[in-house]
Structures are given as structure tokens and as C-alpha cells.
């Protein structure tokens, strides 16, 4: 995971996609965050969608974002979540993933993606990838 701010300077630019993972439940987090990293990317977590709004307006550099749907601590889930970061930041891609609520007509915003869970490693790298604004990801 990176750290939000750290004070000091990288010694080289680091290429790899940055990609918020918002997921309330640690171990479905922890778990997301591994496949990802050991995919390539660069990694930033949050619990929920206001800590997940907070850290989109600190980094301006997040390339993806992978969001779970329902997490009881934000005020708002994740496919509101979704809707707001395409409408303000449409070149982040967007993957929502969520074993208990199918999104509904509508509900999905233009350009994101769905997959119910459990989803397979490499399934979620590809449609995570396939999100993504090309930048040699």
C-alpha cells in the first residue's frame, strides 16, 4: 500500500497505475490489495466512499478505483461513489464489485464496470485493466 503522504522524496518517478481500492470488510481489502500489487499496480485503500472522496481530492494521480457497494460506515455506497468519480473524473476507470446487489437499470454509471463476487484474481486484473485510460498498464 502507499502511504498518503510520506515527506520524502522517490528517487525515481514510479510508473506503475495508481488504483483506489474502497472496501469496508479488511480482509476482502487486504486480499484486493495483494492481487493488484502483485499485478503491477500501486495500491491506496479506503475504507469506505468518504474516506474514498477525501483521498480522490488529495491524489491526483489515481489512474483506477475498485469499489465495493455496500459499506454501512460512509454515507453513501458504492455506486454513488461511482457516479460521482465518473462525473467529476471521468479518466479514472471504474470497477465495482459486490456479492450481495446487482446494480439496477440505471445505477451503473457510462464507462464502469460490474463483476459480482467472488471474483477470480485474474478476472478482476483484466477487467480492472480494461478500465483503465491506456497508460501502459
Known amino acids: 500500500m502507499i502511504p498518503l503522504s510520506s ?3 522517490s528517487p525515481k518517478h514510479d510508473s506503475r497505475p495508481l488504483i483506489l481500492v474502497v472496501e469496508d470488510e479488511a480482509l476482502v481489502r487486504m486480499t ?3 492481487v493488484l500489487e502483485d499485478a503491477g499496480f500501486k495500491v491506496i485503500e479506503a475504507v469506505h466512499a468518504d474516506e474514498a472522496l477525501q483521498v480522490l481530492k488529495a491524489v491526483s494521480d489515481i489512474q483506477g478505483m475498485v469499489t465495493d457497494v455496500e459499506m454501512p460506515r460512509g454515507s453513501i455506497n458504492g455506486f454513488e461513489l461511482a457516479r ?3 462525473a467529476s473524473r471521468h479518466e479514472i476507470g471504474v470497477l465495482i464489485v459486490s456479492g450481495r446487489a446487482a446494480p439496477k437499470s440505471g445505477e451503473l454509471p457510462e464507462g464502469a464496470l460490474f463483476i459480482g463476487k ?4 485474474e478476472t478482476l486484473v483484466r477487467l480492472l485493466k480494461g478500465t483503465l485510460v491506456s497508460k501502459d498498464t
Open 7 to 9: 515527506g520524502m522524496a
Open 32 to 34: 484486493l490489495v495483494d
Open 84 to 86: 460521482q468519480v465518473r
Open 118 to 121: 467472488p471474483v477470480h484474481p
